[in-house]
């Protein structure tokens, strides 16, 4: 499985994003996908999930109402709209695949069962 992101920037504070990540390598639409990031000095941490249909979504509650995941099975693209940004979602995000089809539980998953795409640094200025 290879992932690609794509996206990331400098942004002021109250800015908006778009990251993208584009899948290959297998069946994309089998198989849930997510976001993480990782700011420095810190572990990574989820910020959102979609399940493998897109019907269920999931989110960190510090980016709840500000971010939204989306998917779109025909281009093999996880989406990730950031909206209202402020400084603290300064980090490196990273794109996931879970490594389970159609997995019917919630997100996030342990690492462990993601394969990782190269991160895309989002850097927002106050």
């Known amino acids: 499985v290879q992932l690609q992101a794509s996206g990331g920037g400098l942004v002021q504070a109250g800015g908006s994003l778009r990251l993208s990540c584009a899948a290959s390598g297998r069946t994309f639409s089998s198989y849930g996908m997510g976001w993480f990031r990782q700011a420095p000095g810190k572990e990574r941490e989820f910020v959102t999930g979609i399940n493998w249909s897109g019907g269920r979504t999931y989110y960190a509650d510090s980016v709840k109402g500000r971010f939204a995941i989306s998917r779109d099975n025909a281009k093999n693209t996880v989406y990730l709209n950031m909206n209202s940004l402020k400084p603290e979602d300064t980090a490196v995000y990273y794109c996931?695949?879970?490594?389970?089809?159609?997995?019917?539980?919630?997100?996030?998953?342990?690492?462990?069962?993601?394969?990782w795409g190269e991160g895309t640094q989002v850097t927002v200025s106050s």
């Open positions: 996931a695949a879970d490594q389970s089809a159609y997995y019917i539980g919630s997100y996030p998953r342990p690492y462990g069962t993601y394969y």
